[in-house]
């Protein structure tokens, strides 16, 4: 697996991102980061069944979403 990031790159989101159920403190669908907001890698993983890398990402108020690529864009 090789991604397009690195650990502690500044990005953005490209997209609005929901609550897909692993934010138990947030409601089922709520809007976690709007589309435009910066944040910072701060841990790559994988997702195993596609073999695509998951960016682990600290967007404001210590919020961290698992970003695929097409999710984010350098900053």
Aim: hydrophobic content about 35%; overall charge negative.
């Amino acid at each position: 697996m090789s991604g397009r990031y690195d650990w502690g790159m500044r990005v953005r989101a490209t997209v609005d991102l929901f609550n897909d159920g692993s934010h138990p403190g947030h409601e089922p669908q709520a809007l976690l980061v709007k589309a435009g907001d910066p944040g910072e890698i701060v841990q790559i993983g994988e997702h195993v069944e596609t073999d695509t890398p998951i960016y682990i990402v600290e967007f404001a108020q210590n919020l961290v979403v698992g970003c695929f690529e097409e999710e984010i864009e350098p900053a």
